[in-house]
């Protein structure tokens, strides 16, 4: 597959979204859990996995498009091969 700039951009903003939406997921979980809320252990696990695996995908997304966005910025180079 060829990648472009616009794919570039595509990745890093779904990448930040994935950042800043699954830290305040995150957040928002250990307030609960510090208000005392009673759940199962269950939920807590899950939704930490759930907040780990997010955030991972996050920080592959960011690099690909990072490396999209530095290949494709060359004068020499219009798309680049992942």
């Known amino acids: 597959m ?3 700039r616009k794919h570039a951009v ?10 800043f939406s699954y830290a305040n997921f995150g957040k928002n979980l250990v ?8 759940r199962p252990t269950g939920y807590w696990v899950a939704h930490i ?3 780990v695996v997010n955030l991972g995908i996050a920080g592959v997304l960011g690099r690909l498009g990072v490396k ?6 060359q004068a020499s180079v219009d798309k680049v091969s992942a």
């Not at 307030?31 to 009673?38: D, N, P």
């Not at 999209?68 to 910025?73: K, L």
């Open 2 to 4: 060829k990648f472009q």
């Open 10 to 19: 595509l990745f890093l903003a779904i990448a930040a979204w994935n950042v």
């Open 31 to 38: 307030e609960a859990h510090q208000r005392g809320e009673e």
């Open 49 to 51: 996995v759930l907040i």
């Open 68 to 73: 999209a966005w530095r290949a494709t910025g």
